[in-house]
């Protein structure tokens, strides 16, 4: 085989694509990563504020999440390098019975595929987090084995271990086009070279929808923008992600949790969203997050914020990704539209694919990949998005 062909090629070196040079390459292929960027992980994954959640409310999110957390969680022992994991576990509280309803209504499902999690009532949540409000406070759900790591330490570790095994990574290159003969996949194009390949792997993230669209398919993966902050440090004093989706003007959700080193780190879901490619902070943001997470927390109100982001989340209609094989260009395979969640359910998702292109599915796949499929309706919604 020549030097610039591979058995796969994926475009993109984030939370997708670079566990998936890891563990395409491990299982014998020979493997290309490009990358419009200069590095590794440099777009959504380094805006990604770290948790890690198998708390969904569906079975494909939850197989993935669990998975995720098992690669991250078990990193430091298996390889002796930090990711900075940290198993605070995920709180979602509730004032109101509408989210009360939705949490204990998907609470069987989350129990039937092996997610540890419980429902709290007031007094017990409070006595996890006495600094909740408790005024109207009903109770909440927890996931003690969630947690939070670092985006950045991971996707370097997986880039690491990747070009290790024999993955080759090619930065500052863009797709400007994929090689298509008889309706199936050759290669790809980019602003420097041409590379040959029976299978290419779309993990573009935000820009999914543009690389699909170079093979005639359409994608329905629209980046909306979020913003986040992070604190000055301050002593430990909670320790689960805490959630609340109860939605308000200009808001659907919020979260926060307490990192190693003090700081507290917040983003916000706007609503209604904020579609495309702005990266630019707002002035918005922050006066409106801070309104929601003190009224839920008072203790909050006398610590100061550092620094405030923005980055992007491919989303879709439904709020669950896509990953499947396209019909329409055979070798043609979608891992995108992660919604925000790249970073948590990016090793899960990199496994599946090495299974996919490996034909050696597990029993669970095919449920997995019914949710997640291309050519699903996209009418349903996820409910912890």
Request: hydrophobic residues 40%.
């Amino acid at each position: 085989m020549g030097g610039n062909n591979y058995d796969v090629i994926i475009i993109g070196a984030g939370s997708v694509g670079t566990p998936a040079a890891l563990f395409l390459v491990r299982a014998g292929f020979k493997v290309l990563v490009v990358e419009k960027n200069s590095s590794p992980g440099q777009s959504s994954n380094k805006r990604a504020i770290g948790g890690l959640r198998a708390t969904h409310s569906d079975p494909a999110k939850i197989c993935l999440g669990l998975r995720s957390l098992d690669i991250i969680s078990g990193w430091k022992e298996k390889y002796g390098e930090d990711l900075e994991w940290y198993k605070g576990g995920y709180c979602f509280v509730t004032y109101r019975e509408e989210e009360e309803k939705t949490l204990k209504e998907v609470l069987p499902l989350q129990k039937s595929l092996g997610l540890n999690i419980d429902w709290l009532e007031a007094k017990e949540l409070r006595q996890l987090l006495p600094d909740l409000n408790p005024h109207d406070l009903r109770g909440g759900t927890l996931s003690p084995d969630d947690g939070h790591a670092s985006p950045l330490l991971a996707n370097e570790a997986f880039y690491c271990r990747a070009k290790k095994a024999g993955a080759e990574f090619r930065f500052q290159e863009n797709v400007v086009g994929l090689k298509i003969e008889s309706g199936k996949i050759k290669g790809v194009t980019t602003d420097h070279s041409h590379y040959g390949a029976g299978i290419v792997i779309n993990a573009a993230g935000a820009w999914a929808a543009e690389v699909a669209k170079m093979a005639g398919v359409a994608i329905p993966v629209t980046p909306d923008s979020h913003e986040a902050a992070v604190t000055e440090p301050v002593q430990r004093f909670f320790h689960p992600m805490v959630v609340d989706i109860r939605p308000v003007s200009g808001s659907a959700n919020y979260y926060f949790y307490q990192h190693a080193t003090g700081q507290i780190i917040f983003c916000i879901t706007p609503n209604p969203s904020i579609w495309g490619f702005d990266v630019r902070e707002t002035s918005q943001f922050l006066p409106m997050v801070s309104k929601r997470m003190i009224d839920l927390m008072p203790r909050l109100k006398n610590i100061r914020v550092r620094r405030t982001w923005r980055g992007l989340y491919p989303m879709t209609p439904d709020g669950f990704p896509i990953v499947g094989w396209t019909k329409e260009v055979e070798g043609f395979l979608l891992a995108t539209g992660m919604c925000g969640q790249g970073f948590m359910l990016g090793p899960g998702v990199a496994e599946l694919l090495a299974r996919l292109v490996s034909e050696k599915p597990e029993p669970a796949d095919e449920e997995v990949l019914s949710y997640l499929s291309p050519y699903r309706s996209f009418v349903s919604e996820e409910k912890l998005k």
